[in-house]
């Protein structure tokens, strides 16, 4: 029973890794397409309605599956066996409903993370600044709030934009996706600061987000 409970779990842990790999198994086909002449020709494709380029949809790609990737050797490390179990087969979630504020100034580099959001029935709503994302979580009532840390006003802009929130409306949920360092070091202020989780994996981002 308690090996069952240990795969039960682990399993679990797999649905949004899961969600992005069929992401990119749904969107693979348009992308080999126009991979090839698109780096030649400099083409460009729309995620999430941001518009990539060749290089960037490709680098989104990588860390994903990479991600993923790191997300399986830990699952085959936590239940402690030579091979990573067959994946049953779950139901698709069902719609979300909620609502995200997700503040970066660079928003674009999310456009796959966005676009896994929305195909669960999540509204996301991008800002571009500290000030642009209190401006529009003042006027909308959103149920989560997502940030970068680093931004050109400020290297620790999203422990700052929590604080802000919190002064708004304390109960809603902040989380900051960001750079391997700055999760680590940063770690403790942003948490002392109000911030629900910090990490630099957007699967993980994507599992703590509390979309039920």
Same mark, same amino acid.
């Given at each position: 029973?308690?090996? @069952?409970? /240990?795969?039960?779990?682990?399993?679990?842990?797999?649905?949004?890794?899961?969600?992005?790999? @069929?992401?990119?198994?749904?969107?693979?086909?348009?992308?080999?397409?126009?991979?090839?002449? &698109?780096?030649?020709?400099?083409?460009?494709?729309?995620?999430?309605?941001?518009?990539?380029?060749?290089?960037?949809?490709?680098?989104?790609?990588?860390?994903?599956?990479?991600?993923?990737?790191?997300?399986?050797?830990?699952?085959?490390?936590?239940?402690?066996?030579?091979?990573?179990?067959?994946?049953?087969?779950?139901?698709?979630?069902?719609?979300?409903?909620?609502?995200?504020?997700?503040? *970066?100034? /660079?928003?674009?580099?999310?456009?796959? @993370?966005?676009?896994?959001?929305?195909?669960?029935?999540?509204?996301?709503?991008?800002?571009?600044?500290? *000030?642009?994302? !209190?401006?529009?979580?003042?006027?909308?009532?959103?149920?989560?709030? !997502? =940030?970068?840390?680093?931004?050109?006003?400020?290297?620790?802009? &999203?422990?700052?934009?929590?604080?802000?929130?919190?002064? !708004?409306?304390?109960?809603?949920? !902040?989380?900051?996706?960001? &750079?391997?360092?700055?999760?680590?070091?940063?770690?403790?202020?942003?948490?002392?600061?109000?911030?629900?989780?910090?990490?630099?994996? &957007?699967?993980?981002?994507?599992?703590?987000?509390?979309? =039920?």
């Amino acid at each position: 029973m308690e090996n @069952l409970a /240990k795969l039960i779990a682990a399993l679990a842990s797999l649905a949004w890794p899961a969600a992005l790999g @069929l992401l990119l198994f749904k969107l693979q086909v348009p992308i080999r397409s126009l991979l090839e002449s &698109g780096l030649k020709r400099k083409f460009t494709i729309k995620v999430a309605g941001n518009e990539l380029t060749m290089e960037e949809a490709s680098e989104q790609q990588r860390a994903i599956v990479s991600d993923l990737q790191a997300k399986l050797a830990e699952l085959e490390k936590r239940l402690n066996m030579g091979a990573v179990p067959e994946v049953l087969q779950m139901a698709p979630p069902a719609p979300s409903g909620k609502r995200i504020l997700w503040v *970066d100034d /660079k928003p674009k580099n999310n456009s796959y @993370l966005i676009a896994t959001l929305e195909e669960r029935g999540v509204r996301v709503d991008t800002a571009l600044s500290t *000030d642009e994302g !209190v401006a529009q979580f003042k006027k909308m009532n959103y149920d989560i709030v !997502v =940030s970068d840390m680093g931004r050109p006003e400020s290297d620790k802009a &999203g422990i700052d934009l929590t604080r802000k929130i919190k002064q !708004v409306r304390p109960q809603t949920p !902040v989380y900051i996706f960001c &750079g391997t360092w700055a999760a680590r070091t940063l770690r403790a202020e942003a948490l002392a600061a109000g911030v629900a989780e910090i990490t630099a994996s &957007g699967s993980t981002l994507l599992s703590a987000l509390p979309l =039920s």
